[in-house]
């Protein structure tokens, strides 16, 4: 980047995990029926009093908890007063000075060496609803009218603010995929981008490589995946250093992130605290969470992503490599896990997922939990192969296919005949054959042309359809050579 360094803030917002709303007894599942998982409260008629979700509490302490933040002796939920159509009272119940959690850290690793991006605060609101904008582009600009649906209004939402520690998109992109494996792994959120139950904003800024000031920041909103993220820091960056290096100004205001003209246009002039005119909620007391409960949330915590990666390579031997691929997610590691108790070798599994079901999902655009092999089919795919069964190139045709139908390997060998041949009389037979010929390669053999035997090998592989054992073969046709000879 020349002479600037980038400074990167986020600010992720998490629905968490809960059968209801925040405030109110609502369904807080994803979809349904427009606006049919609404009440009085969360539509914010007069007369009604919100409840808190305790449940929603004790998600949210679990997540600070493992971002090594501080618990707040007392907090206070504050009104944040803005006019939108998806909010239906004409604010949002969040908290402003007093969240419920602050100074955490999250430690990340990356070949150029470690690094700690700051958690300035964790604390709790209730969502917003959702705008349907009837338009191509799917943005107001243009758009012939708009619906709202209110189902997501006051589903409970974790907002994490981290410090503006981050200085490069990858960098970014690594916190939220770190991020996110945490609160799988928490089960506070089933953070799904797609249906909007994670999201994330950046607050980027550009400044002369070694100075301490800040530079005028940009908030940039709708990246809602990883590669987005990424993507839209990376021209920020350009954009903003173009305009520096010209002589130009950068305005502080909020930008849209355009992933198809892969750009970041002006959606608002930043907004400031006091445009959203705070006072404390008065119809919800303070929350002071008991050390008890604290204690027992902290007591529950699960292993996390750094500690599980840590144990794959101490109790499996596994490199740093195949630890992070398979550590990558929750169900990553489940299904790694569940296929090794079957016994087969911990790095043979961890190849095959990191080589053929991660082109398999990849290709697809699909997770771990969708595949139709299980964890133990895969287990005694490996252990066919370390059996001599199948060979490890039949292994790969087994594979695909157990992953496209869920039949077991056995099934699968059995019904497309692909048992590995290892009976030395039958191989024999195909070797003699095979030399037969191929006098030309015969002599090249004899003649000192080692590369000879590769192909006289590869005949035979062709003749048994792959199946015959290679080893044995190789071994079987160096011998027949010599002694023919």
């Known amino acids: ?24 007894s609502c369904d807080a599942s994803f979809g349904g029926e427009p606006n049919a998982k609404t009440c009085p409260v969360c539509l914010g008629l007069p007369g009604v009093l919100p409840v808190l979700n305790r449940r929603a509490v004790e998600l ?11 618990i707040a002796p007392r907090c206070i939920f504050h009104r944040k007063n803005y006019f939108y159509p998806d909010m239906p009272k004409n604010y949002q119940i969040s908290q402003y000075d007093l969240p419920l959690a602050v100074r955490g850290h999250l430690d990340l690793e990356m070949e150029e060496g470690p690094f700690r991006v700051g958690i300035t605060r964790v604390h709790l609101e209730e969502d917003t609803g959702k705008t349907v904008h009837v338009s191509e582009s799917g943005r107001i600009h243009g758009s012939e009218y708009s619906l709202e649906d209110f189902n997501r209004a006051g589903v409970p939402l974790l907002e994490i603010v981290t410090e503006p520690d981050i200085r490069t998109p990858e960098q970014a992109r690594l916190f939220m995929q770190e991020l996110k494996n945490i609160m799988e792994h928490l089960d506070v959120s089933d953070c799904k981008m797609e249906e909007g139950s994670l999201r994330c904003d950046a607050n980027i800024s550009l400044r002369p490589r070694g100075s301490q000031d800040y530079g005028v920041k940009t908030e940039i909103k709708n990246m809602n995946s990883f590669r987005a993220l990424y993507r839209a820091l990376d021209y920020e960056i350009s954009r903003q250093r173009e305009i520096m290096e010209n002589g130009g100004e950068i305005v502080q205001e ?26 404390p909620e008065p119809d919800l007391v303070p929350l002071e969470p008991e050390r008890a409960l604290i204690e027992e949330v902290r007591a529950s915590l699960p292993e996390l992503p750094a500690q599980r990666r840590r144990r794959f390579r101490e109790q499996y031997g596994l490199p740093d490599h195949d630890a992070w691929l398979l550590t990558s997610s929750k169900s990553m590691g ?12 911990p790095k043979a599994v961890s190849n095959w997922m990191m080589g053929e079901l991660s082109a398999y999902l990849n290709a697809r655009g699909m997770e771990i939990g969708e595949i139709k092999a299980t964890p133990s089919q895969l ?19 087994v ?4 992953l496209e139908t869920g039949k077991d390997a056995r099934a699968v060998i059995a019904d497309k005949d692909l048992t590995q041949i290892s009976d030395e009389e039958e191989l024999a037979a195909v070797i003699a054959e095979t030399i037969a010929e191929n006098p030309k390669s015969v002599e090249d053999f004899r003649r000192g042309k080692e590369k000879a035997v590769s192909f006289l090998v590869g005949q035979v592989m062709k003749k048994t359809r792959g199946r015959a054992n290679p080893q044995l073969v190789n071994e079987l046709l160096l011998r027949e050579l010599r002694e023919g000879g």
Do not use: Q
């Open 1 to 24: 980047m020349g002479g600037y360094e980038a400074v990167i803030g986020l600010e992720i917002h998490a629905e968490l995990r809960t059968r209801s709303k925040m405030f109110c």
């Open 399 to 402: 594979f695909e296919e157990m």
């Open 379 to 397: 287990a005694d795919m490996v252990s066919l192969v370390e059996e001599g069964v199948i060979s490890g190139k039949i292994a790969k045709t």
């Open 254 to 279: 909020t930008r849209h992130w355009d992933a198809d003209a892969n750009t970041t246009t002006p959606l608002r002039t930043k907004e400031y605290a006091y445009d959203y005119r705070y006072f």
């Open 334 to 345: 489940d299904y790694f896990e569940e296929a090794v108790a079957k016994g087969p070798d």
């Open 60 to 70: 949210a302490i679990r997540l600070a908890l493992a971002l090594e933040c501080e």
